[in-house]
């Protein structure tokens, strides 16, 4: 089966969501799913502390962003990249996991998943930023993925228009 159908038979199961954004792009079309906790964290259902609970109504607007096709700065090198960074691969590439940097309002967090194909990206979980131990995150990430998606890996590449086709810097 392919990525796309089992896409599908998630959203149908309730296990993944697709984000639409309020003003879509004619320019970009970009797609934001998210499951497990990363959904319960950006839907924010009630079952995360409080504390998140701005953060949350943030991470929901800097995902619009990136799915409306606005322009979005890129960390391809997880330790070289511009602080303004929106998406950044994380540390071991070799996973294919990158992090949306969610740096205001604090606590700042991280929300973790893959690309499933160009503009396509999968969020799966999430954690504060602070003392965040990034090789355990990206393996419980990968972890969420491999369930869900057995058959299909995130996209691994070191080429950004692998993951993003237009709209972006480089930081």
Known sequence: MSIDNEMKTLCAAGKLALLEPAVPSFMVRRHVFVGGEARSFIFWDGSIDEDFESVSGRTFSVLERFSNGSYIA??????????????????????????????????AVRIFGGFAKVDVVILLTWWPREDCDFPSEVARCRAEWDKLFPNHPPILS??????????????
């Not at 070191?158 to 930081?171: A, L």
């Open 158 to 171: 070191d080429e950004i228009e692998d993951h993003v086709s237009k709209h972006f810097h480089i930081s």
């Open 74 to 107: 890129v960390g391809m090198d997880p330790h070289d990249k511009e602080a303004r960074s929106q998406i950044a691969r994380v540390d071991p590439v070799d996973q294919g996991i990158f992090a949306f940097r969610i740096n205001d309002p604090n606590p």
